[in-house]
């Protein structure tokens, strides 16, 4: 059974850094598309980074974030993170690690495509 763990998440100034962690039981990262996904209160979900590696690493950001987020993976500690800098009040949200998305990420904003995704870790940033 896969299981995703978010961590890192928490409270901080704008401007300020936070790197989220998801680290994943029963679940070896492949080629396959792996990102980060956020909700804010009534607000639509939205894909917030995404990367494939396939000999090479591949990274998809969104455009809110493009410049100030970095996706990784470590994939001896089977872990992906999201290194988020330059946060903005309107970065607050629920932050959902998802993994086994469609392959080379085509399509990665659309959440339905991953088969996985972990609890959340909420992120508050006051301005």
């Known amino acids: 059974q896969v299981q995703l763990v978010e961590s890192g998440g928490g409270s901080v100034q704008a401007g300020g850094s936070l790197r989220l962690s998801c680290t994943s039981s029963?679940?070896?990262?492949?080629?396959?598309?792996m990102g980060w996904f956020r909700q804010a209160p009534g607000k639509e979900r939205e894909g917030v980074a995404a990367?494939?590696?396939?000999?090479?690493?591949?990274?998809y950001y969104a455009d809110s974030v493009k410049g100030r987020f970095t996706i990784s993976q470590d994939n001896a500690k089977d872990t992906l993170y999201l290194q988020m800098n330059s946060l903005k009040a309107e970065d607050s949200a629920m932050y959902y690690c998802v993994v086994d998305g469609p392959p080379r990420c085509r399509g990665w904003l659309q959440g339905n495509g991953y088969n996985y995704w972990g609890q959340g870790t909420q992120v508050t940033v006051s301005s």
């Open positions: 990367m494939y590696t396939d000999g090479y690493k591949v990274t």
């Open positions: 029963g679940y070896t990262y492949s080629s396959y598309c």
